[in-house]
């Protein structure tokens, strides 16, 4: 099988999901269930088969034989779909042994291209979000420091509180259920960092903290969301202001350490943006050719919020 083939070229880009989808297996199940990646595999092994066996067939005899599918499939009405020859009216090769396979495998590209395009989108957004954060937490502790106001202190950790919960609120519920984002590691990983660095108990341990909850910022199991306790924190200004000072400037660098590494070189947002960006490459290279082999296949259906996704993701990539 020639590399540069339609069956060649699949194959390829089986690889390349199959690569894509094992640091987010859930993100590829499309609507059946099945995941993408191995329904692929399975349809390119039919396929090739059934390739080899149309060559070796009687011509004459397939090209006599006819049912009443054959009108239901478009193969008596063979004008070309979408200018591409060699399509059916349907849309379906009508040349392949099994037409109606080939373009149920071009449905789960379609499926796959669209919300890979979505993902890429709102990971982008997360990644900018993940930026913001890091600045967050470093403006915390530049702004907090031994000369600073009982007051002041309690506003500068309110406020940080309301960035992060912001946070929250915009990225939480997109990985999970029907979200954007659901199962995408670089993603999950990204939310339990920063929450994992407010909730970290070593900050102050050299001051006799034990993290910020002796200060009166906890994070709520439910919710995720941040809250701050002011009349815990003023008593630990009251008991230990020095101390709260250094604790909140470990934390802050500790903080932006973490999200910076998120979004550093070859790390977990990164890394996936790029495998995405290979992935819905690929596919828009060689989508003419996928086409003229397997059919145009059934246009994506998208949840309310793919859809949102993958409209922000054409108007900002697409050209």
Known sequence: MSPFSALGIASKLFDLLQSTASKTASATNLADG???????KVRLAELQANSVNSLTSDAASVSSTSSPFDLLIGRDNATPAAGIPGLSATGRNLSLFDPESAFAMMSHINSLDATYKAQFSELSEMKEAVSEMKEAGRALGDTVDAASENTAIANQLQTFVTTYNEWVAEFEATVKGDGVLAGTQAAEISLYELRQSIENRFNGAMDGFSGLADLGLTIDPTTRLATLDTSKLD??????????????????????????????????????LANLDRVIDYISENKTSLHAEFGLGDPAKLSDKVAKALAAYNATYST
């Open 34 to 40: 099945t995941d993408f990646s191995t329904s692929l």
């Open 235 to 272: 008593a630990a200004l009251a008991a230990n202001k020095t101390g709260v000072v250094n604790t909140i400037d470990e934390f802050s660098e500790n903080f932006a350490k973490s999200a910076g590494l998120l979004t550093s070189v070859s790390n977990f947002i990164p890394n996936r």
